[in-house]
């Protein structure tokens, strides 16, 4: 059973970069495509980017000039860096498995809760 | 504003019959691509519901049933019962600007 865990600084200051991990247990990350999505306080589902263990990647266009998404499949874990973060990025950061021929995400992480204020 | 179209809630009495729209576009759901539900119970990450437009993944009632028609889709919950008070999310794949996936806004469902 595949399970996936988020991590990282749960504050961050205006301007500045959000970096979170998430480890996945119980499979290799070297298959499948893996994903971040968010969740502002109250609102809708975001999703930010996807990759593959190839490092092929695909991004929101309305976030692509901020987010960076790598993997490191020696600690199986993938990463999310957002730059120039403001209060708008505050949200409930989602990891997710994805398969890439329909894009479903199965399962999720419980979510991290990245609030950005000074 | 969200890309796929949701009612922003439904409501029902236990044991009817409810249902969710979630309306696209031919760059999404009218191009074809897959329609995926998810359950968000209070405080919980999202759960997958329905996959590939109407399948439901193991463990999942045979109450919950999903369609797709041109650029809409639909959720049916039948039977309610009041743990399904939670707030569903259709989700699909965009072909437009290189292509992203795309959720609907979300839809609260509430018992009467």
């Known amino acids: 059973q595949v399970q996936l865990q988020e991590s990282g600084p749960r504050l961050v200051k205006p301007s500045e970069t959000l970096s979170l991990t998430c480890t996945v247990s119980?499979?290799?990350?070297?298959?499948?495509?893996w994903s971040w999505i968010r969740q502002p306080p109250g609102k809708g589902l975001e999703w930010i980017a996807y990759?593959?263990?190839?490092?092929?990647?695909n991004y929101n266009p309305s976030l692509k000039s901020r987010v960076t998404i790598s993997l490191d499949t020696s600690k199986n874990q993938f990463s999310l860096k957002l730059s120039s973060v403001t209060a708008a990025d505050t949200a409930v950061y989602y990891c997710?498995?994805?398969?890439?021929?329909?894009?479903?995400?199965?399962?999720w992480g419980q979510g991290t809760l990245v609030s950005v204020s000074s | 504003q969200s890309v796929l179209t949701q009612p922003p809630s439904v409501s029902g009495a236990p044991g009817q019959r409810v249902t969710i729209s979630c309306t696209g576009s031919?760059?999404?759901?009218?191009?074809?691509?897959?329609v995926h539900w998810y359950q968000q119970l209070p405080g919980t990450a999202p759960k997958l519901l329905i996959f590939?437009?109407?399948n439901r993944p193991s463990g999942v009632p045979d109450r919950f049933s999903g369609s797709k028609s041109g650029t809409s889709a639909s959720l049916a919950i039948s039977g309610l019962q009041a743990e399904d008070e939670a707030d569903y999310y259709c989700?699909?794949?965009?072909?437009?600007?290189?292509?992203?996936?795309?959720f609907g806004g979300g839809t609260k469902l509430t018992f009467l």
């Open positions: 997710a498995r994805t398969l890439y021929y329909d894009r479903r995400f199965d399962p």
């Open positions: 031919s760059s999404n759901i009218g191009a074809g691509y897959d």
């Open positions: 989700q699909s794949y965009d072909s437009s600007l290189s292509g992203y996936v795309v």
């Open positions: 119980g499979g290799s990350i070297s298959s499948y495509y």
């Open positions: 590939g437009n109407s």
């Open positions: 990759i593959y263990y190839s490092g092929s990647t």
